[in-house]
């Protein structure tokens, strides 16, 4: 009988892996969701999980998505009633706040581009001290804006001094 290799052995199964991954890239938030999502059903039953679905996690806001209004209005009075479940079911989350949202039927459309900024050229002790500050950023969006938002800092003091 053959013999199993090392290999095989550390094999795991990508739901259990998959949560670290995501921690370790800076998505947390990501992999929290995908575990709610995962448990939606046994955190707000049957009957809640048929009309309700947890949509995005950002700021420690878990974002549900409602089909009736009718049920929006309900749910605004069973924030505190989730989080509990949530707690009971998942142990403490990186949760304080549900925020129900009525779901759309349509497409919701791409957030528009952000406005260009005008090339601005920078010293080259500018733009060390630039890749240096923001290279911790993890989120490429988000250090991305960063680097804008310095750029434009820096055009908006020469053109006014």
């Given at each position: 009988?053959?013999?199993?290799s090392?290999?095989?052995?550390?094999?795991?199964?990508l739901?259990?892996?998959?949560?670290?991954?995501?921690?370790?890239?800076?998505?947390g938030?990501?992999?929290?969701?995908?575990?709610?999502?995962?448990?939606?059903?046994d955190?707000?039953?049957?009957?809640?999980?048929?009309?309700?679905s947890?949509?995005?996690?950002?700021?420690q806001?878990?974002?549900?998505?409602?089909?009736?209004?009718l049920?929006?209005?309900?749910?605004?009075?069973y924030?505190?009633r989730?989080l509990?479940?949530?707690?009971?079911?998942?142990?403490?989350?990186?949760i304080?706040?549900?925020?129900?949202?009525?779901?759309?039927?349509?497409?919701?459309?791409?957030a528009p581009?952000?406005?260009?900024?005008?090339?601005?050229?920078?010293?080259?002790?500018?733009?060390?001290?630039?890749?240096?500050?923001?290279?911790?950023?993890?989120?490429?969006e988000?250090?991305?804006?960063?680097?804008?938002?310095?750029r434009?800092?820096?055009?908006?003091?020469?053109?006014?001094?």
């Open positions: 009988m053959p013999r199993p090392a290999k095989a052995h550390a094999l795991q199964p739901a259990a892996v998959l949560p670290h991954a995501l921690q370790r890239l800076g998505l938030q990501l992999a929290w969701l995908g575990t709610v999502v995962q448990h939606w059903r955190i707000v039953g049957e009957q809640l999980a048929a009309v309700t947890p949509v995005n996690l950002r700021r806001v878990l974002f549900v998505a409602v089909k009736d209004p049920w929006l209005q309900e749910l605004a009075f924030q505190a989730v509990d479940n949530l707690r009971r079911r998942l142990g403490e989350v990186p304080r706040k549900v925020h129900f949202i009525l779901a759309t039927s349509a497409p919701t459309p791409p581009a952000p406005p260009a900024v005008a090339a601005v050229s920078l010293s080259a002790a500018e733009a060390q001290e630039l890749q240096e500050t923001t290279a911790a950023i993890r989120d490429p988000v250090r991305e804006a960063v680097r804008r938002a310095w434009k800092g820096w055009q908006t003091r020469r053109e006014q001094g």
